[in-house]
Every structure is written in structure tokens, then in C-alpha cells.
T-cell receptor, first 117, second 110 residues
Framework: GAVVSQHPSWVICKSGTSVKIECRSL??????MFWYRQFPKQSLMLMAT?????????EQGVEKDKFLINHASLTLSTLTVTSAHPEDSSFYIC?????????????FGPGTRLLVL | EDQVTQSPEALRLQEGESSSLNCSYT??????LFWYRQDPGKGPEFLFT???AGEEKEKERLKATLTKKESFLHITAPKPEDSATYLC???????????FGAGTRLFVKA
């Protein structure tokens, strides 16, 4: 149980293009989903928290207009990197939580590696 | 400010050499402490959740314990396949934000 998938697993794009990453909870309903960014040999940096049907809450320093998050259903959230630049190259990981009082545990997807040329 | 510090940064063990990883935390009201394992190029894999001081959980060669200020991940008789980065994270009362430590990179040599 508690499987989270991400698609694509890796993507290479040209500078200036937009890239969409999907995050799906396969066997549970995720009331809350999280998007993280991870640089090599560093820990996870939370970018934003999203709840189904409402606007995402972005962490300080994360550009809302650049990283568009949509949590359209209880099993799907998307992150769109708009007008990507080389400095956006990173490992993006989503996680999902059922969000009940006894299930705050986050289950992570396998990650998406983005390379912007 | 809520904070999570893991030590050591890296740990090299011989196969069968038991040891412990430390996670010290400062948080205004602990809702939960989590341990994850992360292999290179992959997302973190959930290991344990601990909620209150004195709690312990075990899974195969791993045992996690929790006090009011820190958590330990004990590895008994590790094998090379236990090599990975182990991440500790805390969640504070009042929200879902999870704060991660920098991780401990464990290398187990056969």
C-alpha cells in the first residue's frame, strides 16, 4: 500500500520551454501533496504544499508564477515549471499524505530528474 | 525555529558492525518524527514514524527510538544492501510541514 508514482522519471528540455510533472497516489486518497526539490548530496527542500481543490501554499523564496501547482483531485497533483532555465535543473520529488490524525506520514514518489539545456 | 540535525554526515561500517545514527530536533510541539531511506536517484522510502518519547519501532535490522530531544536509528549487523542515505524528518503541531535533516550517508562494506 501507499504507492506514489511520478511521471516522467526524467526529462530534458530546452531553455524557455515549460515542463509538467505528474504525481499520483495509486492506492489511497491524498488530501495533501507536497513538492520538494533536491540538489546532489543535499536534503529535500520543500517547495509547496497543496490540498485538493485549493491553492498551493508556497515556501518562502519559491516563485509561484514559475512553479505552478495544481491539485485537481485526491489522487493527482501536477507541477509545471514554466519557462525553464538551466538553474531549474534538479531532482523534483513529490509526496502524498492521507492527512488524517493518524496518518501524517508522507509517502514519496520516485522523483523526476529535470535537465534544462 | 524548528530544526533537525543529523549525525554523522557519513558513516562507513564493515558488514556485521552494528552502529547508530543520530537525529537531534528542536520543534515547538512534536507531531511526529519520521525516518526514511533514500537510494541514489530515487525518492525516499518510508521506514518508521514515532510519535512520543519512549516509543520504539523495529523492522528487520533497523530499530528506531525516540526521546524528547533526539531519535536514534540503530542498525544491527548491517549488510552491504543497507548502504543508503537515511533521512530524519519532524512534523510540528499545527501543520503538515515536514522538516528534513541533511541525512546520514551509510556505506557498508562486505
Amino acid at each position: 500500500g501507499a504507492v506514489v508514482s511520478q511521471h516522467p522519471s526524467w526529462v530534458i528540455c530546452k531553455s524557455g520551454t515549460s515542463v509538467k510533472i505528474e504525481c499520483r497516489s495509486l492506492d489511497f486518497q491524498a488530501t495533501t501533496m507536497f513538492w520538494y526539490r533536491q540538489f546532489p548530496k543535499q536534503s529535500l527542500m520543500l517547495m509547496a504544499t497543496s490540498n485538493e481543490g485549493s491553492k498551493a501554499t508556497y515556501e518562502q523564496g519559491v516563485e509561484k508564477d514559475k512553479f505552478l501547482i495544481n491539485h485537481a483531485s485526491l489522487t493527482l497533483s501536477t507541477l509545471t515549471v514554466t519557462s525553464a532555465h538551466p538553474e531549474d535543473s534538479s531532482f523534483y520529488i513529490c509526496s502524498a499524505s492521507a492527512g488524517t490524525t493518524t496518518q501524517e506520514t508522507q509517502y514519496f514518489g520516485p522523483g523526476t530528474r529535470l535537465l534544462v539545456l | 525555529e524548528d530544526q533537525v540535525t543529523q549525525s554523522p554526515e557519513a558513516l562507513r561500517l564493515q558488514e556485521g558492525e552494528s552502529s547508530s545514527l543520530n537525529c537531534s530536533y528542536t520543534v515547538s510541539g512534536l507531531r511526529g518524527l519520521f525516518w526514511y531511506r533514500q537510494d541514489p536517484g530515487k525518492g525516499p522510502e518510508f521506514l518508521f514514524t514515532l510519535y512520543s518519547a519512549g516509543e520504539e519501532k523495529e523492522k528487520e535490522r533497523l530499530k528506531a527510538t525516540l526521546t524528547k530531544k533526539e531519535s536514534f536509528l540503530h542498525i544491527t549487523a548491517p549488510k552491504p544492501e543497507d548502504s543508503a542515505t537515511y533521512l530524519c524528518a519532524v512534523q510540528a503541531d499545527g501543520g503538515f510541514k515536514t522538516i528534513f535533516g541533511a541525512g546520514t550517508r551509510l556505506f557498508v562494506k562486505a
